[in-house]
């Protein structure tokens, strides 16, 4: 049997389900790094994906709690819609990336692993990215720590 050893995955293992909807945020912003929240706007954020397929996988959600794009206000919508495109602007100016997949999943049939509360992922991708680890033992490798990508995106979100 091959090994491949991640003891930074201790912690994941470790740790206690959250409780509630990971996406209600709640106004405390003493909690945005622990969150991994990296923008607050009007009506919507942004926020790193704890269970990442890549580095500097983000999401961008609205504050309020819905699954369905129907019920957000124009306002709303366009709000959502500016928290996509900095993520990706963000994205592009610290990691170069040489695409992205932009887009949700609604409904747990879709794939959704949070189907209560919509969210759009905003991907970076690049030549090569998914190597022969996820095609041949469904791992993936990502070379950067959760707590150093929050600490280099931040600052581009607060430009």
């Known amino acids: 049997m091959e090994r491949l050893w991640a003891p930074w995955r201790v912690e994941y293992i470790l740790q206690k389900p959250p409780e509630g909807c990971v996406f209600?945020?709640?106004?405390?912003?003493?909690?945005?790094?622990?969150?991994?929240?990296?923008?607050?706007?009007k009506h919507s954020f942004a926020i790193?994906?704890?269970?990442?397929?890549?580095?500097?996988?983000?999401?961008?959600?609205?504050y309020r709690h819905t699954a369905?794009?129907?019920?957000?206000?124009t306002e709303e919508h366009c709000d959502l819609w500016e928290t996509v495109v900095l993520c990706r602007s963000v994205l592009r100016d610290s990691l170069s990336p040489q695409g992205y997949n932009i887009g949700m999943n609604l409904g747990k049939t879709?794939?959704?692993?949070v189907a209560?509360?919509?969210?759009?992922?905003?991907?970076?991708?690049?030549?090569?990215?998914?190597?022969?680890?996820?095609?041949?033992?469904?791992?993936?490798?990502?070379?950067?720590?959760?707590?150093?990508?929050y600490d280099r995106l931040l600052p581009l979100f607060r430009r």
């Open 24 to 41: 209600c945020i709640g106004d405390d912003r003493a909690e945005d790094a622990e969150r991994l929240v990296l923008y607050r706007g």
């Open 48 to 62: 790193m994906n704890r269970y990442p397929y890549v580095n500097g996988h983000l999401m961008a959600a609205p």
């Open 68 to 73: 369905e794009p129907e019920e957000l206000s």
């Open 110 to 113: 879709a794939g959704a692993g």
């Open 116 to 149: 209560d509360h919509l969210h759009i992922h905003v991907v970076p991708r690049w030549h090569g990215d998914t190597s022969f680890m996820s095609v041949i033992d469904d791992v993936r490798v990502i070379p950067e720590s959760l707590a150093a990508m």
